[in-house]
């Protein structure tokens, strides 16, 4: 059995070090304060890091891929925060995050799930298309390795919970933030990640309609964003 973790230990097929992107992430965790949105993904994506694995069937070519694949989650991830870093704009899908980091109004959980929600619906689609153009294949012949991926961001998903403080602030039935983080769902987001990234794949002879869907993909995916920080204090 094959072992799935969200940031592999080892480098992958294609020469990719994910271990180095886990210590670059350690680094910023150091350096960014924990009330910082941002940090507060960060803190979460090492989190599930830390953890054993998930073991599943398949056999070493889809764990090849599956690894590829979060190689690739991690860069994006990493190339938003350097694009910030000097001055830049993120991906819309990753603007919101950005742009809220230090409010005061918004809860941790919620930095948390909009992160999720930024490395799912456009991370992710773009990846596969990415991979697909590299090995020369079709979508399809990624599907497995796509959704062991999912399951690997479900761990990311599952510790979200951890972000809620304990205490007079945990959040109740009747919350109004238990209401929004509750209307998010990953498994509509992994649905509609891999819907987008057949089409992207699809659209490939077609430049222009490719990137006029990527930038609307984008902006969908930053409006979920922008409401899942609404701030609430």
């Known amino acids: 059995m094959a072992k799935i973790q969200l940031f592999a230990a080892r480098p992958d097929e294609d020469g990719r070090?994910?271990?180095?992107?886990?210590?670059?992430?350690?680094?910023?965790?150091?350096?960014?304060?924990?009330?910082?949105?941002?940090?507060?993904?960060?803190?979460?994506?090492?989190?599930?890091?830390?953890?054993?694995?998930?073991?599943?069937?398949?056999?070493?070519?889809?764990a090849r891929e599956a690894a590829a694949l979060r190689s690739a989650l991690v860069e994006r991830y990493l190339a938003a925060v350097d694009a910030v870093a000097v001055g830049g704009r993120a991906p819309a899908g990753w603007r919101p995050l950005f742009q809220?980091?230090?409010?005061?109004?918004?809860?941790?959980?919620?930095?948390?799930?909009?992160?999720?929600?930024a490395h799912v619906g456009h991370d992710l689609p773009l990846a596969t298309v990415d991979l697909c153009r590299a090995r020369g294949?079709?979508?399809?012949?990624?599907?497995?390795?796509?959704?062991?991926?999912?399951?690997?961001?479900?761990?990311?998903?599952?510790?979200?919970?951890?972000?809620?403080?304990?205490?007079?602030?945990?959040?109740r039935v009747g919350d109004p933030l238990t209401h929004l983080l509750g209307s998010w769902s990953l498994d509509r987001a992994l649905e509609a990640a891999w819907s987008s990234a057949r089409v992207l794949w699809g659209l490939r002879e077609v430049p222009p309609l490719a990137e006029e869907f990527r930038e609307r993909m984008d902006a969908g995916v930053g409006l979920v964003g922008r409401c899942l920080l609404t701030p609430y204090g």
Do not use: I
């Not at 949105?37 to 056999?59: K, Q």
């Not at 990624?142 to 602030?169: C, I, K, M, S, Y």
């Open 17 to 62: 070090a994910p271990d180095c992107a886990w210590r670059r992430m350690d680094a910023l965790r150091a350096d960014w304060p924990d009330g910082d949105g941002v940090a507060v993904f960060n803190r979460l994506c090492l989190s599930a890091a830390d953890d054993t694995g998930v073991s599943y069937g398949g056999g070493h070519a889809v």
């Open 137 to 171: 294949c079709e979508p399809a012949e990624l599907e497995t390795a796509f959704a062991h991926v999912g399951d690997a961001l479900a761990l990311l998903a599952e510790r979200v919970g951890d972000e809620v403080p304990a205490g007079p602030d945990t959040l």
């Open 100 to 117: 809220y980091r230090r409010h005061p109004g918004v809860r941790p959980a919620q930095f948390a799930l909009a992160g999720v929600n």
